[in-house]
């Protein structure tokens, strides 16, 4: 999963063909998304796969907290799943 911010201001200024970026790439949780509403978008549509989490492009997760950045997505998409401690049906 990858998330984004979308930067209004920079739109309204210049448009969306300006020369300044409009759209900052986040970690999961970090931007504009609403995971809760993807993940049960996913759900209704039979989707039983992974969300991958991308890392190394948040502007802030950086460096050395790209880790940090990377386990915070983790909880967060657990989170919106239904709880760190959800639990799967047995097969």
């Known amino acids: 999963g990858k998330d984004a911010t979308v930067r209004w201001d920079v739109i309204r200024e210049h448009g969306v063909f300006g020369r300044l970026p409009f759209v900052q790439m986040r970690t999961p949780g ?15 549509a039979g989707y039983k796969g992974a969300i991958d989490i991308e890392g190394w492009h948040d502007p802030v997760y ?12 983790l909880d ?15 097969a």
């Open 62 to 73: 950086r460096g050395d907290l790209e880790i940090t950045g990377q386990v915070r997505a």
């Open 76 to 90: 967060y998409l657990k989170q919106c799943r239904g709880g760190a401690s959800y639990l799967p049906n047995p």
């Open 30 to 44: 970090f931007g504009d998304s609403d995971w809760t509403r993807v993940i049960g978008e996913f759900r209704l």
